[in-house]
């Protein structure tokens, strides 16, 4: 398969994800009142001055939709990126050297065991100064345990490999190993688990809003919108259901377009 016909098959899936992201960056800029900015009685109907209408205060929905959505995805994707990252050092380090990697993997099994959600809640509560970096921090150590255990198993069919075992040989450093020899290897498995821990950030996270946790994620965002506003979901619904359908389809479209990518870049 050539890579422009690769690329022509990749765009529709890239295209939403890239679009709800940039929505989420430049959401602010295109706001049209302040967050604060009341457009009517509390829940007011969407009208054309506020499309989406007016939430418990009577402030404008559209406006805080728009500028709600680069907290979530700015911490969402710095998780990602680091489970991610520390996953693939820790897999490919039991798959190269299998004593260590029998003390990681029952290590993995000991952390697996503590919920992400459980482990948020009981630093959270007990550290809630620590704010949106205790966030980053509990969640990167909540979600390694099972990546790695994911990169383990995918980097010990490479690490038996002839051109492996031929560096191992030459005496090269492990950081050679892993860098330049393994992890190239293990470029599908990389997107695909980078897409699905950023959609398990994402939940976290939103989580981690909805119940008030971290208090630095903005003036607004989609999470404590959806909290605030359910009890006047009869008389207002857009103000739930915009930032509820914004958190998933962000999730699901990045994974969508991450998993395709691979795809893609596997086929070429």
């Known amino acids: 398969m050539t890579t422009s016909t690769t690329s022509r098959r990749l765009w529709p899936t890239v295209l939403p994800a890239a679009a709800v992201v940039t929505v989420a960056i430049v959401g602010p800029a295109l706001a049209p009142h302040a967050v604060d900015h009341a457009v009517g009685i509390t829940f007011e109907k969407p009208n054309s001055a506020a499309w989406l209408g007016g939430d418990r205060l009577g402030q404008d929905v559209t406006s805080q939709l728009l500028r709600g959505g680069w907290g979530l995805l700015l911490l969402g994707a710095i998780i990602a990126l680091l489970v991610t990252a520390f996953a693939a050092i820790l897999g490919s380090i039991a798959a190269l050297h299998p004593r260590t990697g029998a ?27 620590s704010g949106a970096v205790g966030l ?30 031929a560096a191992q040989a030459r005496g090269e450093r492990l950081s050679y190993l892993i860098f330049r020899e393994l992890l190239p290897n293990l470029r599908e498995t990389l997107l695909t688990q980078l897409g699905l821990r950023f959609v398990e950030a994402m939940y976290l996270v939103s989580t981690a809003a909805f119940l008030q946790l971290p208090t630095t994620l903005g003036d607004a965002n989609w999470a404590v919108m959806v909290r605030e506003n359910a009890s006047g979901i009869l008389l207002n619904p857009a103000a739930v259901l915009a930032p509820s359908v914004a958190i998933g389809l962000l999730a699901v479209s990045v994974n969508s377009a991450v998993a395709a990518f691979g795809r893609g870049r596997s086929s070429v």
């Open 136 to 165: 980053v921090v509990v969640s990167v150590i909540a979600g390694t345990p099972y990546s790695a255990r994911v990169f383990a198993a995918a980097a010990t069919g490479v690490a038996a490999s002839g051109f492996i075992e």
């Open 103 to 129: 003390w990681i993997e029952r290590t993995a099994d000991l952390g697996m065991l503590l919920p992400p959600v459980l482990a948020i809640l009981l630093f959270m509560l007990s550290w809630p100064e």
